[in-house]
């Protein structure tokens, strides 16, 4: 089945600077990959989401940018604020029937003052 | 858009004793819930596929007569944790998938429901 892989687990920024976290998946069929952000005991929420058939996409400070014959896929943060501290999951779904999604183990980043 | 509300939020309650969580789409009709298992800073671990008017599809190693799934409407899908004991404690979560034809689209999540077994 699916497999992905995020890096870093944590990662620390200065408020301003741009922080950048990556996604691996194994099967080369998967065709969608969205971004989710989960602040402290509260739901996961879409942040933005990318296709296989696009290379990248932007909105306002967020960014994915997609690989497909590498199997990976990033998301991209600029100009970070102190809300932007959460844990941030990459997700994957198997070219399959399902529309299930498989998650990343995410990244607790950490935007300090 | 797309909210999905899930009830209850909390949940305290006797070894033995079997819990039913709810899952709603509020504002959209979904053929397709999901729902995950999370435990403390850790990832969302995908339990099952509920589909609306046919059986949930399990992942596996989750026990399916032990995380039973109902989605009798476009609205609604159920999880019961039968006989739960101290080990199924966690956040259950579920998701429903925005409508949208064939096409993949976003899953959209409740709250959560936090289950702690005694």
């Known amino acids: 089945g699916e497999n992905v892989e995020q890096h870093p687990s944590t990662l620390s920024v200065q408020e301003g600077d741009s922080a950048v976290i990556k996604c691996t998946y194994s099967?080369?069929?998967?065709?969608?990959f969205p971004w989710y952000k989960q602040e402290l005991g509260k739901r996961p929420q879409l942040i933005i989401d990318?296709?296989?058939?696009?290379g990248e996409k932007k909105d306002q400070r967020i960014a994915v940018t997609l690989n497909k014959t590498a199997k990976h896929f990033s998301l991209h943060i600029t100009e970070t604020q102190p809300e932007d501290s959460a844990v941030y999951f990459c997700?994957?779904?198997?070219?399959?029937?399902?529309?299930?999604?498989?998650f990343g183990s995410g990244t607790r980043l950490l935007v300090r003052p | 858009g797309a909210v999905v509300s899930q009830h209850p939020s909390w949940v305290i309650c006797k070894s033995g004793t079997s819990v039913k969580i709810e899952c709603r789409s509020l504002?959209?009709?979904?053929?397709?819930m999901f729902w995950y298992r999370q435990f403390p800073k850790q990832s969302l671990m995908l339990m099952a596929t509920?589909?609306?008017?046919?059986?949930?599809?399990?992942e596996q190693g989750v026990e399916k007569d032990k995380f039973l799934i109902n989605h009798a409407s476009l609205t609604l899908s159920t999880l019961t944790v039968t006989s739960a004991h101290p080990e199924d404690s966690s956040f259950y979560i579920c998701?429903?998938?925005?409508?949208?034809?064939?096409?993949?689209?976003?899953?959209?999540f409740g709250d959560g429901t936090r289950l702690s077994i005694l």
């Open positions: 998701s429903a998938r925005s409508p949208g034809g064939t096409d993949n689209q976003p899953q959209h």
């Open positions: 099967d080369s069929a998967s065709n969608y």
């Open positions: 990318i296709r296989s058939n696009v």
């Open positions: 997700a994957v779904n198997p070219m399959d029937s399902s529309y299930k999604l498989i």
């Open positions: 504002d959209f009709q979904a053929t397709t």
């Open positions: 509920s589909n609306e008017g046919s059986k949930a599809t399990y």
